[in-house]
């Protein structure tokens, strides 16, 4: 029987997939960066649950493992390796656990993403209460608690490689969202990304020059 996978298996598999945030963490208190990588870790999982593969049944039984989990640290209790870096804060995780029921009804490719994003809009709530507990401090770099559904979608246009939606999102994005330091940071990341699957159809990182470019902005708000 192989050993159980550690955090750092899947702390791996999250900076492989996004070597950019070995530049975004630059802009991180460095009391935070663990936190920063197991919390955006976490949201990779949930995006691959509800969006990667061809058959859905494995996912839609991801996200409601996940759902489970989720309310486990609600009370005190944890599986996930990530759990070490994150449940201990009292992040609303009940909460965050019923807003990924709304995953599911995303999956299916649409002209437009408007109702996507409608549907959305209340793990967005959910996601931006989590990160005021997780990294704000009361300070300009708390944000004000409001994030927008474009950037929780984008994770779908880059597991299809669907350059219709990464255009489509961008129109959409966000000028100045409310999040946290670290959000403003992954949303700039993420919006780099965007660019280069609209505009050339490739899914790359984004150049180093230009993601510290990106970051430093993001963490100046």
């Known amino acids: 029987m192989s050993a159980a996978p550690h955090d750092d298996d899947f702390l791996a598999k999250w900076q492989a997939r996004w070597p950019e945030w070995r530049i975004g963490l630059a802009f991180v208190a460095p009391d935070l960066r663990e936190r920063v990588q197991a919390w955006f870790a976490l949201l990779d999982e949930f995006g691959e649950a509800a969006w990667g593969g061809s058959d859905p049944t494995p996912g839609l039984a991801k996200l409601a493992w996940w759902q489970e989990e989720l309310q486990g640290w609600d009370k005190g209790a944890r599986r996930h390796p990530l759990a070490v870096h994150l449940q201990r804060h009292a992040a609303p995780w009940g909460t965050l656990a019923l807003a990924l029921r ?42 004000d608690g409001r994030i927008t ?10 597991l299809r490689g669907d350059q219709s939606l990464a255009a489509r999102l961008l129109a959409r994005w966000p000028q100045r969202d409310g999040g946290t330091r670290p959000r403003r940071i992954g949303n700039a990341i993420l919006a780099a990304r965007l660019r280069a ?15 510290l470019w990106l970051g430093w902005r993001a963490a100046r708000g």
């Open 102 to 143: 709304l995953l599911p009804a995303t999956r299916d490719a649409v002209p437009e993403p408007a109702a996507h994003l409608e549907r959305l809009h209340d793990l967005a709530l959910a996601v931006a209460a989590c990160e005021m507990v997780l990294f704000g401090d009361g300070r300009r770099d708390s944000g």
């Open 149 to 158: 559904a474009a950037p929780l979608l984008a994770p779908q246009a880059m």
């Open 197 to 211: 699957l609209a505009r050339h159809g490739q899914l790359r990182p984004a150049n180093g020059l230009a993601v």
